[in-house]
């Protein structure tokens, strides 16, 4: 365990400054879009008493900013995910890594810790920075509906059995866990495309993954287009399940072979040489 600590610090350590970097990147991404869409939503406040009375409870830009939510964590996950073997792009970083005293689970581990884990805990910092920048610029901005300015509460997120004013993005708790279970799939496979190709792995990751799902939409409209030519009596799987069901079923699925791309990078990392083969 030192020794893991040791390893994780000096990562740390050796790129303290790219790592500001792109905290400040995400937060200031955030705030931006935050800023912007709270001067399209409050400029047109020009009755401060009944709008603060029709408000009084909730934001009106907790809409766009619950959603958006998702949408950077999507797109900042992945990001992170296909910065993990950034290191191992050249014979420079290649030679550092493998010549640290370390053993290549650890070597593996503790980037893998980095871009998944601790991405998740700074992007949720970023992310309550940047809307608590929104509420103090429009409270400072807009005095008179500065009781209508309120920072976004992420139990919102999901309100089961709700039926108040609150804007809440999913009903039930297992359609969040759908979504971050495919979340975790699709970071997996950016971790994966980070073992592959260290060098511009984003990019090339994502153009796989693209080509995959495109070829496997058009298979499955050619197939479905063939079988309501022919009048096939077609009865959907799992058409017995309840939708809560099936969700599960689904989350289960890629929560295994997000595993499984975990794994498979590590081994995809063992390989690796100082001198890459041809």
């Not at 939708?243 to 595993?259: Q, R």
Request: one cysteine or more; charged letters at 15%.
């Amino acid at each position: 365990m030192p020794r893991f600590v040791n390893l994780c610090r000096k990562e740390m350590v050796e790129n303290w400054k790219s790592n500001i970097l792109r905290i400040v990147l995400i937060y200031g991404v955030m705030a931006i879009v935050f800023l912007w869409n709270g001067y399209l939503e409050y400029r047109h406040s020009y009755d401060s008493k009944s709008f603060i009375n029709h408000y009084a409870d909730y934001d009106t830009v907790w809409k766009f900013v619950l959603m958006s939510f998702f949408f950077f964590l999507f797109g900042f996950g992945w990001l992170s995910a296909s910065f993990t073997m950034e290191k191992m792009k050249n014979k420079t970083g290649r030679t550092s890594t493998l010549m640290t005293p370390a053993t290549p689970f650890e070597n593996y581990f503790s980037r893998w810790l980095v871009s998944t884990i601790v991405f998740l805990i700074v992007f949720l910092i970023a992310f309550k920075l940047a809307d608590y920048t929104r509420v103090l610029v429009y409270s400072l901005t807009y005095p008179d509906i500065a009781k209508a300015i309120l920072p976004v509460n992420l139990n919102d997120l999901v309100r089961e059995n709700d039926i108040g004013p609150h804007y809440h993005v999913f009903n039930e708790m297992y359609q969040l866990t759908f979504v971050l279970s495919l979340y975790w799939f699709v970071q997996s496979l950016f971790v994966l495309g980070s073992s592959v190709w260290p060098k511009n792995s984003f990019i090339k990751t994502f153009a796989v993954v693209a080509v995959i799902v495109l070829i496997y939409m058009v298979v499955g409209t050619f197939l479905g287009s063939v079988l309501f030519e022919k009048e096939v009596i077609y009865r959907p799987p799992f058409s017995d399940f309840r939708e809560e069901k099936i969700f599960a079923i689904i989350s289960v699925i890629l929560i295994f072979f997000t595993l499984f791309n975990w794994v498979l990078s590590y081994f995809r990392f063992k390989e690796l040489e100082v001198i890459q083969r041809m």
